[in-house]
């Protein structure tokens, strides 16, 4: 059964969640959603995600799961507010342990902290099928960007967070702690030996200036046009490409609070002795 597909575009951002559902009054799975967040004030807001619960409250959809493709650095989660709304199981791919032991150390947090991925309702397995209503889905590993990454397959249809962008801006950075551009390669080797006709969907669009925001493509037209990994680069070549690449690239700006809030599944940190939470900045270290 194919699955039904909505696209919620954030251009702050530029994060596209998906609610992914098999009829009107079935079942839904949402993925990567956003919690908008204003880093001059260290406000939250709910907009982005609010567009996402008046639709499925509208199409009268029971949430099955809450899906995150990885522990994003771009922007915040709003699994758990999705969550408090909605119900739903919050899952990610299991290696996030790694990311959160990495980050744990990075950030310094509390020693009770868990870096067993305890905060998420289930961890995925590579190739672990789960059900959304009628829809059967499979977790597919994909690492490189971070140890973390999983795609998410739904028949001819697949969410694959940042392991691609469009074809026109290229590939995931593998810069952040735990990234690795040889995982990476393989990673997208393996998405592009789909069928030619399988649908891609991304995590993120950062379009030139020449054209609107677009995030499906195809496994055809990755293999054909992609500009950092088409058909005839090889290993080698790509590479020496994104670890160039990535030397140029600054930290993207909502990094740290994303970060601290991504790894616990999207829920904040623990308030402190005044009752107030805060998000940490380590100095001269990322």
């Not at 530029?14 to 880093?39: K, Q």
């Not at 393996?190 to 020449?210: G, N, R, S, V, W």
Request: glycine share 6%.
């Amino acid at each position: 059964m194919s699955p039904i597909i909505e696209s919620f575009f954030d251009p702050i951002t530029g994060t596209v969640t998906y609610v992914v559902y098999d009829e009107t009054g079935g079942h839904a799975a949402i993925i990567d959603s956003v919690l908008d967040f204003n880093p001059k004030s260290g406000h939250t807001l709910t907009h982005s995600a609010d567009l996402v619960i008046e639709f499925v409250r509208n199409k009268a959809l029971d949430v099955d799961w809450i899906l995150e493709t990885h522990a994003h650095a771009d922007h915040l989660s709003a699994a758990s507010y999705i969550q408090n709304q909605l119900g739903g199981r919050i899952a990610i791919g299991e290696h996030i342990q790694k990311v959160q032991g990495v980050f744990k150390k990075i950030f310094n947090l509390e020693k009770d902290f868990a870096s067993d991925g305890s905060q998420f309702d289930h961890l995925f397995k590579d190739n672990e099928t789960f059900k959304v209503g009628k829809l059967s889905g499979r977790a597919i590993n994909v690492p490189g960007h971070t140890p973390a990454d999983m795609a998410y397959q739904f028949s001819d249809a697949i969410f694959i967070g940042d392991t691609l962008f469009m074809p026109d801006v290229g590939t995931a950075r593998c810069d952040f702690p735990g990234g690795d551009a040889h995982q990476l390669y393989h990673s997208i080797k393996k998405i592009l030996a789909f069928p030619q006709e399988t649908k891609l969907f991304m995590c993120h669009d950062y379009p030139p200036t020449e054209r609107v925001p677009r995030w499906q493509t195809t496994v055809a037209e990755q293999r054909k046009a992609n500009i950092h990994v088409h058909d005839g680069i090889d290993e080698k070549d790509f590479i020496k490409m994104r670890q160039a690449r990535d030397f140029t690239l600054d930290m993207p700006t909502l990094i740290i609070p994303s970060i601290q809030l991504n790894i616990r599944a999207g829920h904040m940190p623990p308030a402190e002795d005044d009752g107030k939470i805060y998000f940490k900045i380590p100095i001269n270290v990322l």
